[in-house]
T-cell receptor, first 111, second 114 residues
Framework: DAKTTQPPSMDCAEGRAANLPCNHS???????VYWYRQIHSQGPQYIIH???NNETNEMASLIITEDRKSSTLILPHATLRDTAVYYC????????????FGSGTKLNVKP | DGGITQSPKYLFRKEGQNVTLSCEQN?????MYWYRQDPGQGLRLIYY???????QKGDIAEGYSVSREKKESFPLTVTSAQKNPTAFYLC?????????????FGPGTRLTVL
């Protein structure tokens, strides 16, 4: 199973872009990168996912390096409500639809 | 509104008692999942079910049991055999037939065993 490595915590000023890195050096060619976030004591919320190309939606952008060994989630204008734990997950194809959640990155957005 | 409901939000039980956590979804999803989360840690998969009347053990199934008699429902029983049952329990669901699909999570149940 491909593993992910994320920094345990990051700080970001309100209104600035938050860039959350993730390493997944053992990712296989057909494995997707997913990002979820979890606000304290709530269920995780889906943010975005991608395979090779960069992706953007109303919440965030996902930048995947050409070798696919790392990715960055970008929240373009962080707000206080974006304070949460962000999980980078590589989807394991051969165990159907199982998601492995690591410890994630605690993003602290400060005024 | 479509979504996943878990009840109750908070649950207290005495040690040695079995307890069943409810999970219902009206998203018409084929697959459902149960995760456990301990303080400061990520989610760990307990059980999952891809279709009705079928389920598979996850990474930490010991001391837990599930059933999937209906597509909408996937209850989890925490038995007295589970040595450290106090945790935050999360249920999720997803479409089975779509390849790169996401999981939708319920609000969770916080179980405290006294």
């Amino acid at each position: 199973d491909a593993k992910t490595t994320q920094p345990p915590s990051m700080d970001c000023a309100e209104g600035r872009a938050a860039n959350l890195p993730c390493n997944h050096s053992t990712i296989s060619g057909n494995e997707y990168v997913y990002w979820y976030r979890q606000i304290h004591s709530q269920g995780p919320q889906y943010i975005i996912h991608g395979l090779k190309n960069n992706e953007t939606n109303e919440m965030a952008s996902l930048i995947i390096t050409e070798d696919r060994k790392s990715s960055t989630l970008i929240l373009p204008h962080a707000t206080l409500r974006d304070t949460a734990v962000y999980y980078c997950i590589v989807r394991v194809l051969y165990n159907f639809n199982k998601f492995y959640f690591g410890s994630g990155t605690k993003l602290n957005v400060k005024p | 509104d479509g979504g996943i409901t878990q009840s109750p939000k908070y649950l207290f039980r005495k040690e040695g008692q079995n307890v069943t956590l409810s999970c219902e979804q009206n998203l018409n999803h084929d697959a459902m999942y149960w995760y456990r989360q301990d303080p400061g840690q990520g989610l760990r998969l307990i059980y999952y079910s891809q279709i009705v009347n079928d389920f598979q053990k996850g990474d930490i199934a010991e001391g837990y049991s599930v059933s999937r008699e209906k597509k909408e429902s996937f209850p989890l029983t925490v038995t007295s055999a589970q040595k450290n049952p106090t945790a935050f329990y999360l249920c999720a669901s997803s479409m089975e037939v779509i390849y790169d699909n996401e999981q939708f999570f319920g609000p969770g149940t916080r179980l405290t065993v006294l």
